[in-house]
């Protein structure tokens, strides 16, 4: 069973930094698209970051130069690398794999950037 699971969220104080990992089946890791997703309350989701298998990145404008997604394949593991954390990047992360019409999400973890 396919299946993803995310770990790593928690409170942070602004201007933090936090690790998001998810781990995953290696058929996910051979050829699916990744990526982070996060939805903040009262807000929809929406796409934070994302890598191809041969890893290849993109990121939302609101993220870069703070975030890095990385994902090593061997290993099924993909993170998140959060620096300079903003209030507004409270929200509840998801893992997202995808291939063709086939998608997976991790049941999410919560992240909060308060003081």
């Known amino acids: 069973q396919v299946q993803l699971v995310e770990s790593g969220g928690g409170l942070v104080q602004p201007g933090g930094s936090l690790r998001l990992s998810c781990v995953g089946s290696?058929?996910?890791?051979?050829?699916?698209?990744m990526h982070w997703y996060r939805q903040a309350p009262g807000k929809q989701r929406e796409l934070v970051a994302g890598?191809?298998?041969?890893?290849?990145?993109n990121y939302a404008d609101s993220v870069k130069g703070r975030f890095t997604i990385k994902r090593d394949n061997p290993k099924t593991i993909m993170t998140l690398e959060m620096k300079n954390l903003k209030s507004e990047d409270t929200a509840v992360y998801y893992c997202?794999?995808?291939?063709?019409?086939?998608?997976?999400w991790g049941q999410g973890t919560q992240v909060t950037v308060s003081s």
């Open positions: 997202h794999a995808a291939r063709g019409g086939d998608e997976y």
């Open positions: 290696p058929t996910i890791f051979r050829s699916y698209e």
């Open positions: 890598i191809l298998s041969g890893g290849t990145t």
